[in-house]
């Protein structure tokens, strides 16, 4: 027998451990045929962040903005300096060259700062020079997603992300500048996301999700919207203050009221070109994800707007426009603060001019329940309410006492109430029409002013999430406007109650 120790076992090796399989993709055409629930499932893809041009396209925002204050402030001051003409031009040149080096600077130490990340439940942005700040936006408070294509960002193929959150002002989450590509992958999955639709990561952790398909609706002819414009009030009062400070020169024979009363002209004028630039090629479509609109001249913009986050919607046709029989519609979604300027109201826009039948289709997109209020739909009850006047179309008309208190428009004061939403017309020159899902309204109250009081009047306001929409119904009696505050009050608290998952793709918020 041989003395040779014989070889000691060696330990086995450890199997290797199964791939998890990867996550299924869920169409969110589909996913609303599932048989089971299902939970939106985005991998941690890491911290992530902006295009590097990014600092060249915010620095020379910096640069114009300076510019443009300065030149302002002190545009007296420099037609006064005793300097030769190509010494000032130097001297501005240089100036100008440091301060965009500066912005440049600054915007590249904010880039470098700034980061962001998508996981199941929220969106992530880390961000501050000095003071560092962390956002983080909740997908199950979602209320409306952007992608804006500036001018100079459609040039170098970049675009902004602009993320709605229901949480008051100042609740917008910014990603700006993502290549376009980019853009509209992580537009997608949070949209996949916040729907309950499952999604997955690819092998180098960038989240994906297919983008939902979408059936056009209604599209804006530009000549129909350059049409609309020169009928708005707005265009009027340009042409007529344009024409009185021409003829004023004349007879006066100096240019002085017209230098005075420049800038007015110019800020009307302003506002004329932001409302066409902004409905320019104007398109409504429908999705699983919710209604999209794409506009937008020099600056394009792709919005999605959910199901169900419309907070309020008010229809409204100007006097010029009651021949052509036109329409505007708009909306409140919380995160579309209207603000001090046009910029927010523009962006509640879900219809900037359209016929009757765009209307309907609209209506039929935005608050579907409305059509099922009635036996002639949605489009009957708006017709009664921007047409009608007194009790015509069962609406619940303000008392005669209403006329010392509105001369012109009190026989179209009124209200209506639906199954599923509340209506308040007003307006006679411009005839408006607020429409409020029950399940949407978010308090109530009652006012009464010492006119009022006398005469036994009332006022009813429904609050709304900020935005052009602001529904109230004025100088009802005053037994008619309590009874309406406590019934009204009842029925938002039922409707809240049955009202569908955050989450519109799924149907068990727990699972």
């Known amino acids: 027998m041989s003395g040779a120790r014989p070889e000691e076992p060696q330990p086995a090796e450890p199997a290797p451990e199964p791939a998890e399989p990867a996550l ?30 990014t600092p060249v396209l915010r620095a020379w925002k910096i640069v114009a903005a300076v510019l443009a204050f300065a030149v302002v402030q002190n545009v007296d001051d420099l037609a006064r300096i005793d300097v030769e003409a190509w010494l000032l031009a130097l001297i501005l040149l240089g100036g100008l060259l440091v301060l965009a080096l500066v912005g440049a600077v600054y915007s590249a130490v904010a880039w470098r700062r700034t980061r962001y990340r998508v996981d199941a439940e929220a969106v992530h942005v880390e961000h501050g020079v000095l003071w560092r700040q962390q956002r983080s936006a909740q997908l199950d408070r979602l209320q409306a ?28 989450v910014s990603l700006a500048y993502l290549r376009e590509d980019e853009a509209q992958r992580v537009r997608n999955a ?20 297919p983008e939902a398909p979408q059936r056009p609706v209604v599209h804006v002819p530009p000549g129909r919207l350059v049409a609309a414009t020169l009928r708005s009030l707005s265009t009027v009062l340009v042409v007529l203050a344009a024409v009185g400070l021409v003829v004023g020169c004349v007879l006066a024979r100096t240019t002085t009221p017209l230098v005075a009363a420049l800038p007015g002209v110019l800020g009307v004028g302003s506002a004329v070109w932001q409302r066409f630039s902004h409905g320019f090629n104007f398109t409504v479509a429908h999705s699983p994800d919710g209604m999209r609109l794409t506009h937008g001249l020099l600056e394009q913009r792709s919005q999605t707007v959910p199901p169900g986050r419309v907070q309020a919607l008010r229809i409204t046709q100007p006097l010029l426009w009651r021949r052509p029989g036109w329409w505007r519609v708009q909306v409140n979604v919380a995160g579309y603060d209207s603000g001090p300027g046009e910029d927010g109201q523009e962006a509640a826009t879900v219809l900037p001019v359209g016929t009757e039948e765009e209307l309907a ?11 099922a209020s009635g036996p002639g739909g949605a489009l009957d009850l708006v017709r009664d309410g921007l047409t009608g006047r007194d009790a015509q179309g069962g609406y619940t008309a303000v008392p005669r006492a209403a006329r010392w208190l509105d001369p012109v428009a009190w026989r179209r004061d009124g209200y209506l109430v639906t199954e599923h939403a509340f209506l308040a017309r007003s307006g006679r020159l411009v005839r408006c029409l607020d429409v409020v899902p029950h399940a949407r ?3 109530l109250g009652l006012a009464q002013g010492p006119l009022q009081r006398r005469m036994g009047l009332a006022s009813v306001a429904l609050h709304s999430t900020s935005g052009p929409v602001k529904p109230r119904v004025d100088h009802l009696a005053a037994p008619v406007a309590a009874r309406l505050l406590a019934e009204q009050s009842q029925r938002a608290r039922l409707a809240r109650e049955s009202a569908g998952p955050e989450r519109w793709m799924s149907t068990d918020e727990a699972g």
């Open 24 to 53: 299924e993709v869920v169409d969110p055409a589909v996913a609303g045929h599932l048989d089971a629930p299902t939970r939106a499932v985005l991998q941690d893809a890491g911290w992530r962040r902006l295009h590097p041009v």
């Open 145 to 172: 997603v952007d992608v804006v294509r500036p001018l100079l960002g459609r040039l170098l193929g970049l675009a902004e992300l602009r993320l709605e959150v229901a949480g008051g002002s100042g609740s917008q």
């Open 190 to 209: 949070l949209l996949a996301a916040a729907a309950g639709v499952r999604v997955d990561s690819d092998e180098h952790g960038t989240v994906s999700a």
């Open 361 to 371: 289709r609209v209506l039929a997109l935005v608050l579907p329940a409305l059509g």
């Open 441 to 443: 309204t978010q308090s």
